[in-house]
């Protein structure tokens, strides 16, 4: 029966917008805002400290005349530390800006939309590093012949040995390169990240990448589709993160121009292969680095994952017991992300951070310095944030703007801290921020 509803009525009807933008992206940077470093400013072409890293060895107990050993000296190492850059952009037109440049015309200004977005996006670039090991690598491939298809399997997130999730910190739409491992040469041909499977284990470019690309490539991420040197990518460009700066030569061998396998002062105790986590585990480490250098572990840190395995160790001993009886409380407050304790030291969880590493850290000792040349800036040397897109027969009626930081992170004293490699039994949910 023909009649008025809301289908035939439609034109009519007004569409009720509600003031609100739902904000649906994870910006919380859990690392960086945990990771409390001095900032010390940067110039010229590096920074350098001289490190006192061994004894005179002369000293000796002797009989009555006896001979004094052969004359000994102190050994002084020199470090030197260089800057390293994160930029992004924006592009705009003048519709958008003018256009949303008034609270009756839009819910929000689109040129602080995006310049205000950019600064938190970079952030979240920054908090990806601070978890790895500098080298700028998204994964590696995982794949016999992934010149075969546009689908590449992939592993290593980071670049960190692991079977899961590789491709964690892989974004769709970023343009990415492959790297010859061996030879750090970038192999020929760029593409571009159509999607990231929901399994965590491959993605699907554009086109299937040239015959050239092998399995263990290290995938990093390029500029634009037309790059060809490796300079234009992310490889060896990123900040260092506590992979590199808590390590003994596993990932980083050369600490800022020190080889850790002839100065042992720079190497964390790193545990290679630990197979199940105990507490007696924890406590050999914690043991190592007060014998090494006076270590004090004051923070663990690991992800989510491993944590479950820490909860796990602990469910036998525990009490399930609520208010009354009847009411038992089988969790911890773990469940509502409270910190956990390992001997009174408070542990946290923190999700970029590799999938089978645990990380103790003496906050006190470390000398955690933040070289800074450049803390944040709209770059504006020429005196505009917005620039005109091109000129000529190129001119397009846009702008852009640029924003840099140029910093490198620094632990003076690694040998106070340790780490656990190869941690076995945690269960991985691949679960990709919000936004990413």
Excluded: C
Excluded at 175 to 196: C, D, E, W
């Amino acid at each position: 029966m023909a009649g008025a509803n809301t289908v035939t009525v439609d034109g009519l009807l007004k569409t009720n917008y509600e003031g609100f933008i739902a904000k649906q992206v994870n910006d919380k940077n859990p690392l960086k805002e945990l990771w409390r470093t001095e900032t010390v400013p940067y110039g010229g072409s590096e920074t350098e400290y001289t490190a006192h890293v061994s004894r005179n060895v002369s000293p000796m107990f002797t009989g009555e005349d006896g001979a004094m050993a052969e004359a000994g000296a102190q050994g002084h190492v020199k470090v030197r530390v260089q800057q390293k850059k994160l930029m992004g952009r924006i592009r705009i037109t003048p519709e958008a800006i003018y256009d949303t440049s008034k609270g009756e015309y839009a819910w929000k200004q689109a040129r602080k939309d995006e310049m205000d977005g950019l600064i938190k996006d970079l952030a979240r670039r920054e908090e990806y590093a601070l978890t790895l090991d500098g080298r700028g690598v998204l994964a590696r491939v995982d794949d016999g012949s992934p010149s075969g298809a546009t689908l590449v399997g992939v592993d290593a997130p980071g670049g960190i040995t692991n079977d899961n999730f590789g491709n964690r910190f892989i974004m769709a739409g970023m343009f990415v390169g492959f790297v010859n491992p061996t030879t750090g040469a970038l192999r020929t041909g760029i593409r571009k990240v159509v999607s990231n499977a929901a399994a965590g284990d491959s993605i699907t470019l554009d086109s299937a990448p040239d015959a050239s690309v092998a399995d263990n490539d290290y995938i990093v991420q390029a500029a634009n589709s037309s790059v060809t040197d490796v300079l234009d990518t992310s490889y060896e460009n990123a900040f260092w993160g506590i992979v590199a700066l808590i390590d003994n030569g596993t990932y980083r061998s050369n600490y800022f121009g020190v080889d850790r396998d002839v100065y042992d002062a720079f190497n964390s105790y790193v545990k290679a292969a630990t197979g199940p986590l105990s507490l007696d585990v924890m406590q050999q480490a914690a043991d190592v680095v007060d014998q090494k250098l006076n270590g004090k572990t004051d923070l663990l840190m690991m992800h989510h994952a491993i944590r479950r395995v820490y909860i796990a160790i602990l469910q036998a001993d525990r009490r399930y017991s609520g208010a009354a009886l009847a009411r038992p409380d089988g969790g911890t407050v773990a469940f509502k992300q409270g910190d956990l304790t390992m001997g009174e030291v408070p542990i946290k969880a923190l999700r970029d951070l590799p999938l089978d590493m645990v990380f103790g850290y003496d906050s006190q000792n470390s000398g955690a310095v933040k070289y800074e040349s450049e803390p944040g800036k709209w770059v504006d040397e020429d005196g505009r944030i917005l620039v005109r897109v091109g000129s000529g027969s190129s001119a397009r009626d846009a702008f852009e703007a640029w924003y840099r930081i140029r910093r490198q992170y620094h632990i003076r004293y690694p040998a106070v801290n340790w780490r656990l490699d190869g941690i076995t039994g945690q269960t991985i949910i691949v679960v990709r921020p919000a936004g990413d």
